[in-house]
């Protein structure tokens, strides 16, 4: 297994955990280390507690890992309940004149910084996070003037005096460690990688902008805002109008105007905004405008848990909207996935003329990663299938709804002489003409429906099947969909330290799903477990719905926390024990 | 099927702007009116069909597209101005007409038309109040008076009716009116003025139900409607004057423009991202150092 280290800085909403994570992260990336960082926290701005671990390595670092080596708690409530995750060669580094430490296991260092002879706190609340940041930079090897020009780049807009205040306090809490505390066992490596460092929700917007998205609007919702904010604050740069609607009832009816229009349009919420979308899906389908609606899953239902994750919007995003209809739901693997598949969700739903949905989620949206900055392409393919933008030589009369063997229909934009035509929500023969009220007619409603579904056909040929990942003969195969994958796959790499072998079946497109190939593939496995961030085993009754595949077992966490490698081992052991069938792993983070 | 000349640029007719089937509205509806009055408007100002689009929500009045040769949008019901923002900030070099009833824009659609006229985007929102919802058969509507029978009330509304004029007036529309479908010439007038306002432009248009309204009917508006128009002394720039007028209701109803200010910049010009012309048409990939910028600083 690859050797990783991990972070841990906790502390109150409001006393400055972002600042050090930022800081750290920055280092790593510009050290040419990967990282994955995770933040738990509430729905709170200033109190509370909030927890980020911070996870750095030579290689992909997946998930947020088991333990971490370094604690910095900024209060005692964050010393009292995660001091015990530290094992030997671990250090928790804290203000010694406000925290008492607990009972640490053999081998913790406990490093107390006498912070009130060390800096002036009357003056400076947040003395200690840059004392601790220097005395970590210390332990870990790493050379002092990296941690200097970091802080000038993080403290760069507020002046040359914040960034020498800094500094100054850095250099006291690096020179005492240096001093005082026993330097971890590894220095933390370095390579002459340099990596991207984003979230999932900036990446969603990268996504967007990089396949041309050119409407972008919402409604503030954790934990999809930070697509808003990435666009907000890019847009005018990328020549992307964003805009703030007052419901997401009028988020994705305009987008669908806009789309309408002719431009690429998009738009982000979470689990209750998708709800109040869900009527539009359906005009989108209907009158057959493309839109991507991006769901960032939080914990439901209802206003549920703002702050934490969940896989739990799977059958709400299956059956979004009223009726029968074509579309199609993927969720990325991971943040850098975030970005690859935009610009192939919004190619699919160019095309076949029909409403996009993604499905992501706090643990990706709100989560951070390095990625190789060659993955950000803003260059990718761009098919936005048959749009009629000019009026060319002289026609036949336009029929917007023509029924074709792809039932897909040539699409003009309005604005173009020859082409006026009417789209609807109301059912409709060729020529946009409703049959909804007087003409109610069963044959060309029949007809319509017919065309519309035909797509579906091109739609599942157009994404790939899902493919199978390690050994064939593996003991056992764990299936997962989205934001699982990095987390399975380090689970399995410890599983195959214990001597069980494991492959891997990772959904992201899920509708089209390939059925039949995935019957295939799991028809010749030995042990079959699905492993979802949700209570009812979502995906599970999914599967089983479109292909009668029954699991041996299922790994189910609805806690709002995202799985730990350890948990899935650990299931997985039990269920191949024959203990359970169904495994509920415990959160022993408290966050 | 025909082949289309669409080479030879000619003046636009009445019969240009005949949808492809005829309207479905009662005999005698209101909305006959208000239809032929959109088409003369738009003959009159010779605006290009194909350069404009019609865009309604659900109900009697929201069939109002599949009647007029334009480019149209039939949407879901409540939900046109969301449409018609995102097409018109899509492409503002259509004109975009939105149409629709009372129960359609003041009842589920109401949150959308408040935030609509915040925006000042430049549409044309034409409401065909009739005071009840006829599709599903005489319910009452956001506008029906107090007291008044219908089936979902049949021992009279309880609710007081919106105001639509004092509501589009505090919600900052910046082009306010009010027409009757009864009164052609006045009305084909006002839906010009509205269209050539640059801004939000609201026509609250009564457009009498002959089937489920027995008391708001062309004969009981006919004597009442004064034209705001007839009196030199209205200043429809005063804010405060048209809040005045818009609560007159009674033996005297009030018609024409409520207010109008042209001081105040649509959202399209305000707009920083539109200065490069409507959003369709542009290249689609960022540009190369743009993109490079965006990656950079996540490192």
Redesign the interface.
Known sequence: MSQTFAIGIGGAAGQGVATPGDIFALIF??RGLHLNAYNAYQSIIRGGHTFLTIRTGVDPVESMGDGIDLLIPLNQDTMDRHLRLLTAGGACIYNADLIKPGAAADGVQLCPLPVSTMADITRNKVAQNTLAMGAALSMMGVGFHVLEGVLAAQFGKKGEAVIKENVDLARTGYEYATANFKPFERPLPMTDK?????SGN?ALA?GG????C??Y?AYPMSPSTGVLHWMAS??????????Q???E???I?????????????MCATSGGGFALMT??LG?SAM?EIPVVAINCMRAGPSTGVPTKTEQGDLWQALGAAFGDFPRVIAAPLDIGDCFTLMPEVFNITDKFQCPGIVLCDLLLSEGRLSVE?EL?N??PP?DRGELI?S?GD?????LRYKITESGISPRA??????????????EHEE????IS???TNHAKRRAMMEKRMRKMAGIEASVPAPVLEGPADADVTLIGWGSTDGTIREARAQLAEQGISTNQLQIRWLVPLHGDAILNILGKAKHTIIVENNYSGQFARYLRSETSFVADGHIRKYDGEPFMPHHIVEAVREQLAGTTTISVPTHEVMV | MATINITAPKPMVMADLKGKVDPDWCPGCGDFGVLAAVQKALVELQIPNHQVATVSGIGCSSNFPGFINTYGMHTLHGRSLPVASGLKLANHELTVLVTGGDGDGFGIGCGHFVHAMRRNINLNYFVLDNQIYGLTTGQTSPTSRIGMKTKSNPYGNMDTPVNPITLALSAGATFVGRGFSGDQKHLTELIKQAIQHKGFSFLDIFSPCVTYNKENTFQWFRPRVKKLEDNAEYDATNWIAAMEKATVWGDEIPIGKFYERTDLPSLEETEPVLDAGPLIGRDLHIPPDVAKKFVEELM
């Open positions: 990336s510009r340099r990596y991207a460092v984003l900036a990268m902008a990089a396949a041309g050119k409407f609007c890019h847009g005018r740069k990328a020549g992307i109008m964003v805009r609607v007052e419901d009832i009028g988020v009816n305009m987008a669908i105007g806009a789309a309408h229009g002719g431009v690429r349009s009527e539009g005009l009158a900055p950000l803003f260059n761009i933008t009026n002289a026609h036949e009369e336009y934009i309005p604005g173009i002489p020859g082409f006026t035509h009417v789209v609807s929500s109301d020529n946009g003409v409703l009220d007087e003409y």
